[in-house]
Each structure stands twice: as structure tokens, then as C-alpha cells.
């Protein structure tokens, strides 16, 4: 399965752990971690405190100290014997991701477990700072959470007058996934001036029709990288859409727009940057036609 796929299903099972308890704060500090997430294993890397994990999920391949943990399985399938010779104090779960009859079986064999929200941009800092505090690592997640919003609101502030522009984020083409406005691939989309024309749906990453998109009538439509460059050839069997007319399809990193961790700022820097294109490309285009 590929990398890009396996962000598109992850985005898909949003929503797992939606009413789990996720902002308690750790009620002691934890040396020996698991996390059971690819970008769980991440933030604690980004909180400076990589050292305290001894294994991890399935594909938890950044940074590259991270391919050298032990795996103890997946989301959905978790290796116990593998964790009980790991002999962790604490597993971290997806909000998002971790389907909640997973989180209930391992509180019920005894393992204590924490879980994590990354669905919001804020979430991010937030998990950051309570990642570090879980495992004595205070000082060194504070400084990442303060330089990722640093980030973040840098990108806000540049392109905070620029006009406004429609757009449509394909998360997969079969079935055709998007994200709602609660998602952060939207909250990007929004601080570079952009405007999620699925914003207003009720799931996080809802499944759409071709003539949903139709009607919506996009103006750039993005997508993962590794979507190839096959990624928009569908659409163009619907040459009106205005995406089409400006010639407005565009890939952005997988590495960095399929995880909630604050490698999201540099996919912010890549969003903007195709926005800025399809805003010139739009006004070149509209320019010719008069």
C-alpha cells in the first residue's frame, strides 16, 4: 500500500474516537512510550522525546530514527505479545485513527493509554505540549509548539489580503474523498487565502460526487504528490470546470500535508504557493477572454 494511500485512508477513518477523552492532562510522567500512529510517533520525536519510545505503529517512517523502533502492529491490529516484551508504561492513540474498540481492549488487558488529537491546526501545539509533559519533556516541546505556530501564523499574515479563491483538496479518487471544514488540510487552505468548497459538510473527510465537485465548480483542485500525475485526468471530461479553464491542478508533498505534525507548516508554505499560481493563472486567463 502506498504512502499516499495510506494518509487518504487514515483521513477516511476520522472521526473513530471523536467522543474519547483527549485533553485530560497525564497523571504521571512516562518513560518507556508506544505510540500506535504514524504521526504520534512523530510529535514525540518533534517534543524531544524520541528516546522514550520502544516501539511503534506500522509505517512510522519520520524522522528517520523512527524506522529503527520496533513495530507492534498497525490502528487496527496491535501485536500484544510484541508489547508485552516491550513492556511500555503508556500507549498513544489516534483520536482520529484509533478505532475505539482497539483503545477499550487494551485498557481492559491493563495497558494505560493516552490519546492524542490532531484533527485542528491548534491541536498540533496542543499535542506537542502535552506529549512533552507526559514525558518530562516540557522545555523542549514548548520551544517546538511555539516555533510551529510561529510558522503558521507567519503564513496568515502573508497572504491574509490576498483574494479569495475556490478550491478542492481530492484526498482519493476512488472512492473521491475531500475533507470538511473542521479538517487541517482546510484550515491551510483557509490562511492562504483560500476558500474549501466542501467546507460546509458534516463529516471530516466526507466521500463526494463527480457532481457535487461539478456543482461547486472549483477554481484549483489539489492533491497528493503521490497521486501521480494522474491525479486530475478524470476531470477532464468536464472542461467548464473553472480549475480546468485556468489550467489549476496541483500536487503537494504526501510527506508533509498527510500528517497532523508540524511538518504541516512547510505543506502550508506549498499550498500558498500553488494558491498564488492559480490566483495569476485565473487573472491571466480571465484577461484573455475579454
Not at 497525564?26 to 528516546?51: K, M
Not at 524506522?67 to 496491535?78: K, Y
Not at 497528493?224 to 473553472?242: H, L, M, Q
Amino acid at each position: 500500500m502506498t504512502r499516499w494511500l495510506r494518509s487518504s485512508l487514515a483521513i477516511a477513518c476520522a472521526g473513530l474516537l471523536a467522543c474519547s477523552p483527549a485533553t485530560a492532562a497525564p497523571a504521571a510522567v512516562y518513560s518507556r512510550v508506544v505510540s500506535l500512529a504514524p504521526n504520534l510517533t512523530e510529535l514525540v520525536f518533534a517534543a524531544g522525546a524520541g528516546a522514550t519510545l520502544v516501539g511503534a505503529s506500522a509505517h512510522s517512517d519520520y524522522p528517520p530514527a523512527a524506522r529503527e523502533l520496533p513495530v507492534v502492529g498497525d490502528a487496527f491490529t496491535v501485536d500484544r505479545e510484541q508489547l508485552a516484551l516491550l513492556a511500555p508504561d503508556v500507549l498513544l492513540v489516534w483520536q482520529s485513527g484509533t478505532p475505539a474498540h482497539v483503545v477499550d481492549e487494551l485498557r481492559r488487558v491493563g495497558f494505560t493509554v493516552e490519546v492524542i488529537r490532531t484533527r485542528s491546526l491548534d491541536d498540533i501545539a496542543t499535542a506537542l505540549r502535552r506529549v512533552g509533559a507526559m514525558t518530562g519533556h516540557s522545555d523542549e516541546a514548548d520551544a517546538a509548539a511555539e516555533h510551529y505556530i510561529a510558522g503558521i501564523e507567519a503564513l496568515r499574515r502573508q497572504y491574509a489580503d490576498e483574494p479569495t479563491i475556490r478550491v478542492f483538496y481530492q484526498v482519493s479518487q476512488r472512492p473521491l474523498f475531500t475533507v470538511n471544514g473542521m479538517h487541517f488540510v482546510s484550515e491551510l487552505i483557509g490562511l492562504c487565502g483560500g476558500r474549501n468548497v466542501f467546507t460546509d459538510l458534516g463529516e471530516l473527510a466526507p466521500t463526494v460526487a463527480v457532481e457535487a465537485v461539478i456543482e461547486r465548480d472549483p477554481e484549483i483542485m489539489l492533491a497528493s504528490d503521490e497521486a501521480g500525475d494522474e491525479a486530475f485526468a478524470e476531470w477532464r471530461r468536464w472542461p467548464t470546470i473553472a480549475a480546468n479553464r485556468y489550467r489549476n491542478h496541483f500536487l503537494v508533498s504526501a510527506d508533509q500535508i498527510g500528517r497532523a505534525t508540524p511538518r504541516v507548516v512547510a505543506a502550508g508554505a506549498e499550498v500558498c504557493k500553488a494558491l498564488q499560481e492559480g490566483r495569476s493563472r485565473r487573472s491571466a486567463t480571465i484577461e484573455a477572454s475579454r
